[in-house]
């Protein structure tokens, strides 16, 4: 017997009404499109598993309620979704999606169990489904708490159909231990939950998808859908933080100022000026808009450590407490780096206010500020974001992933720099903001840090632009996975080595590629000849380059890639050199128009074209094709080795093209031009091929 309450209206629609007083029209229809694209993925009594691939705090929580309500709407009778790995983030996420869905009004539609005990729940479960009622039981996502699940509903009905939404899905969820006989336990529970569901849709949700989409084929967490999700107009991401807005937003702390495993003695300047941006910024915001600018945020992220973030904690508090007691705070030290600061927002494009108000607003500020140290030592159930207008909140991993901080408006980054750019980018919460706040947003990091910040904006376009082209010419995330796989900053990886085992790199140090087995045959010699000669390369200007000068000129590197690479005659393999990749890599590069020095390198310097002698084995071609870097001291300048010809002058991430004239040693014949390409600092990587 099944309850007969219903409601004329659907979840769909009562959650677009919520959601038409914040979110504009057009953002609302490309949202339900998305989730409709999801729920289609959907087989009956075939579990599936489709990945929602968003940006970083662009909104997945709204789409995931909107997911619930529309699941619920298509007969989905239970939905289980794994809000957080620690109970700040599935406190955060659980309140927003309750009340966006009314799931705390008479409604009589929804059944929130949010504390399962397992096996004791399930006669619940049968009831609260016989009344027609949807369920809803958001958890924890560790081992122990998904086990209370399936004892919980194994067994209920075997016809339940089930969405199982997994948000941060390439956190905890994914095996850890994929070489060994015995799964990790999050995952294995996670696996068992399936099983116990026959009939279910599994949705990941993930901004830094690069270890669910590396995954072996064999892997039930391997998705085999992917909805590309669309921010809102007027999102700021990582685009518009470190490439288009980088000169506003971008603040460089010192190489000294980074974390260290030793508590510090006292804040540094880097962070004393961070402080004071926040706190002309906050007083500015207060000064236009008064309190529905708040609640206004600074973010202090300096080490994993709880002892170092206590006595950033400490030290901090104590100096806003000798701040506060200042008798003329606009002539104290402190106060002219707040001048300071607040003279770089209005060059920025902040507008001027009144002097007196001003500072009026900057003592409010400095006397509602709030710190919340947030750390696993302290007990901070929920951020009381209504308590105080002003904020600054202290931690590290518990705000890794998924935590929001309320009006974040400048970050304060000087822990290292992961070398996992999953972790790296979930790292960094200045994303999301309204562009009418992006003068208000800095952020403070190291350059290593700004730096592969700025590589990983690359790595997300890249990705969804090759992974959308595979899946739409009929490729699968395995074929993507395989033969394209992600472009990456130097020096570092996807995720954790533990998960992903098996992955192959190409440029994974930056070093030169070289073709060191040219043909030489007449035609190819002339073939490739006329190929260097429509450069111009052959009457380019002589450039010093230490006691040794070259034939320089520049092309763009899509003219590298399009007049010469592709074009080049050259055998099948050749040592050092892999065609298909570099091809690859030139195609991917990020600046197709920047210029690409293209170097001559000859017999010494001279005007006339004179061949290097190499020795030649028919195996491996020629020996030592780079000269090296001068042994004494002679007359003039030092010559520092062909390997150092061209990278200086470009940037880190930049291409060089070399081009040498040479010939085998001992043999009677005229020189041949063989290349030798430097690709910058970027690599690719891509998942082994299955064994």
Not at 482 to 510: C, H, M, Q, W
């Amino acid at each position: 017997m099944k309850g007969m309450l219903r409601s004329a209206e659907t979840e769909r629609d009562r959650l677009d009404k919520v959601l038409s007083n914040e979110i504009a029209p057009a953002d609302r229809i490309q949202m339900w499109s998305s989730v409709d694209a999801i729920l289609a993925t959907y087989t009956p009594n075939s579990p599936s598993c489709t990945l929602a691939l968003g940006y970083v705090q662009s909104g997945k929580t709204t789409s995931i309620a909107a997911l619930t309500a529309a699941a619920a709407d298509r007969e989905f009778q239970v939905i289980i979704a794994f809000l957080g790995t620690t109970l700040l983030l599935l406190d955060q996420n659980r309140s927003r999606i309750e009340k966006m869905l009314g799931m705390d009004k008479a409604l009589y539609k929804w059944i929130v169990l949010a504390s399962i005990k397992g096996r004791s729940d399930r006669l619940e479960i049968e009831e609260q489904l016989n009344k027609g009622r949807t369920i809803f039981i958001p958890i924890l996502k560790n081992a122990r708490q998904i086990k209370k699940v399936v004892e919980a509903i194994d067994g209920v009905a075997a016809d339940l159909k089930v969405l199982i939404i997994d948000d941060e899905a390439d956190q905890a969820s994914l095996n850890t231990r994929p070489l060994t006989d015995s799964p990790s336990s999050t995952h294995q529970s996670i696996v068992a939950l399936r099983s116990a569901c026959p009939d279910h849709l599994y949705v990941q949700y993930t901004a830094t998808p690069y270890a669910p989409l590396l995954l072996p084929p064999d892997d039930s967490l391997m998705p085999k859908s992917v909805e590309f999700l669309q921010p809102g107009a007027g999102y700021t991401g990582g685009r518009e933080f470190f490439i288009t807005h980088a000169d506003k937003v971008i603040r460089m702390i010192p190489i000294t100022d980074e974390g260290s495993k030793t508590p510090i003695e006292r804040l540094p300047r880097s962070l004393l000026t961070a402080l004071a941006s926040f706190v002309a910024g906050a007083a500015v915001l207060l000064e236009q808009e008064g309190v529905a600018a708040a609640p206004i945020s600074m973010l202090i992220h300096p080490t994993h450590r709880n002892d170092a973030q206590s006595k950033y904690n400490f030290l901090l508090k104590r100096f806003l407490h000798q701040v506060r007691e200042l008798d003329d705070l606009p002539e104290s030290e402190f106060g002219r780096l707040i001048q300071a600061e607040y003279g770089r927002l209005v060059q920025i494009g902040v507008e001027v206010v009144r002097e007196t108000s001003f500072w009026e607003h900057v003592s409010s500020v400095l006397l509602e500020i709030t710190i919340s140290l947030v750390n696993s030592e302290t007990d901070v159930n929920r951020m009381q974001w209504n308590q105080s207008p002003c904020h600054i909140v202290i931690g590290g991993n518990k705000l890794d992933r998924g935590f929001t901080v309320e009006g974040l408006t400048v970050s304060y980054l000087n822990r290292k720099a992961s070398e996992q750019i999953d972790t790296l980018e979930q790292r960094t919460r200045a994303y999301g903001y309204r562009s009418k706040y992006l003068p208000f947003c800095q952020l403070f990091a190291s350059p290593r840090t700004i730096r592969v910040l700025r590589g990983i904006v690359h790595t997300e376009d890249d990705l969804r632009a090759n992974l959308r082209d595979e899946l739409e010419l009929g490729g699968t995330v395995d074929s993507w996975a395989r033969e394209i796989g992600l472009d990456l900053p130097a020096g570092t990886r996807p995720s954790r080595k533990y998960v992903l085992p098996a992955l192959k790199n190409f440029n994974v140090d930056g070093n030169w590629h070289s073709l060191r087995r040219p043909l030489l045959n007449p035609e190819s010699s002339s073939h490739n000849w006329s190929i260097v000669s429509n450069t111009g390369l052959l009457e380019a200007p002589l450039i010093d380059f230490g006691r040794l000068s070259f034939r320089t000129s520049s092309i763009r590197i899509s003219e590298v890639l399009e007049r010469i690479v592709t074009k080049w005659a050259l055998v099948d393999a050749s040592p050092s050199w892999r065609q298909e990749e570099i091809e690859d890599f030139l195609r991917r590069h990020p600046r197709q128009d920047e210029d690409v020095p293209i170097i001559l390198m000859t017999r010494e310097s001279s005007d006339q074209l004179r061949a290097r002698e190499r020795s030649w084995f028919p195996d491996t071609g020629y020996v030592n094709l780079f000269q090296g870097r001068d042994n004494d001291d002679r007359v003039g300048v030092r010559y520092e080795g062909d390997r150092s010809v061209g990278p200086d002058l470009v940037a880190h991430d930049g291409v060089v093209l070399q081009v040498h004239f040479v010939k085998r040693k001992g043999v009677n014949e005229d020189g041949a031009f063989t290349l030798a390409i430097n690709l910058g600092d970027r690599q690719i990587t891509r998942r082994e091929e299955a064994s």
